[in-house]
């Protein structure tokens, strides 16, 4: 069998080159002027990443006119597909008005109202990034705890900045928080604490160890940054519980769970309310935006000395995208995509299963995303992930982009079922699957 992954590896990586010449040569170009090439380090991947000319409902064209489906979708943050008409007409509306006042307005009201009313909690701030709402919830619980130390799951990924990119991807063999880029500073290891996904006792432990020292226990509900591992029953509730007895706030990182799981997110899906919750990408129709909600006591901080500036925080265009981004996802239009998600997961998981023995394969679904990690058993946690089949995942990856169907290129992100994919644009994947089924059986 791994002979012939190989080969078929090596006739994809040649097909790809082919098949993508101005990609190649925009990316030469690139190099020249940005670091690898790319805006953002995740862009990039070898031989070269594919420059994307425009998009538009559930479909891409890139720079050499191929046409892909798109099932990466901004890594979820395009829920209501590209350039959907509502969000545009409202960012056009809006243009007409005023790009950015650095005021307030009434649009940052009536999008933390609608927040309130889908998760929960009283009072909200808006960033410009999944990042700095995780950063700045960070900051809120160690100014409202008077502690330093902050409890993260080994990979889990919150972002990039200095508080979280801690034990994102380390080796196996690793046993301490390590540092998942150059240039961060010692005390940020020596106040983050990395423990298994899906294993409260390790928590509990870490905890009691650190008794009086922890500010936070920061979690994705599912972990969506290493495929898509599933909370074992009663964990999350579990860690609701051990917080509470231990007075550290838990704050679920929902910037990739959000909309996407479920209308009221991950935590209504699961029925476990966080203190404070980080949302971004999918509340934003494609436009850059963050935000953190908590409860009343927690976020009052910023108005004792707490602080959270940003000049671009409530930009109106993105309230306006923001505001028609959750009218559009209703109940009803979220139900008929977490249903058709499943119905495409299902059939996912049944071509799959014909090569089982050959290539052992993991589908999970959650709301309208879905993943294949290459493991013959369900991962509960990074580890898992860790030691599945990477070969097969990269071949599974270009194989599908070279058939034009867009999936993202780090072997460890989902799908996404966007309000824009119907049954017609989703068999473009399943039958490009069904042919590396049958080269693999």
Known sequence: MRPLIERLLDAERSRYQDSH?????????ARTRLPYGVGSSFQYFEPYPITIDR?????????????????????????TGHLHPVVLDAVSEQMSKGTLFVAPSEAAFEVADALQERFSHPLWRFTNSGTEAVMTAVRAARAYTGRDKLVKVIGGYHGHSDTTLVSCKPSLDSSDAVSDTRGLLPGV????????YNDADALERVLIENAGKVAAFLVEPVLENVGIILPRDGYLSKVREICTKHDVLLIFDEVKTGLTSSYFGAQGLYGVRADITCLAKSIGGGFPIGALGGEEDVMRVFEKGCVHH???????????????????CSKEALEET??????????????LEKIRVQAPTFVAQVGCKGS???????????????????????LSWLWSTNRGVLTPPGLDEQWLVSLAHDEESLSIYLEQLQDLVTVLS
Do not use: C
């Not at 290891?189 to 298994?196: F, G, H, Q």
């Open 338 to 351: 977490y249903a058709r998600n499943k119905e495409f997961t299902g059939t996912v998981r049944t071509l």
């Open 372 to 394: 294949v990690t290459f493991s013959s058993t369900q991962p509960a946690r990074y580890e898992d992930w860790k030691n599945s089949d990477m070969v097969l995942a990269e």
């Open 189 to 196: 290891l020596e106040n983050t604490i990395a423990i298994p």
């Open 55 to 79: 998009a538009r409902g559930p479909y891409a064209w890139d720079v050499d006119g191929n046409k892909y489906l798109d099932l990466n979708m901004g890594f979820g943050a395009l829920l």
């Open 310 to 328: 940003g000049t671009y925080n409530s930009n109106p265009l993105v309230l306006a995208a923001t505001k028609a981004t959750l009218s559009v």
């Open 21 to 29: 010449p101005a990609s190649s040569s925009a990316h030469t170009r």
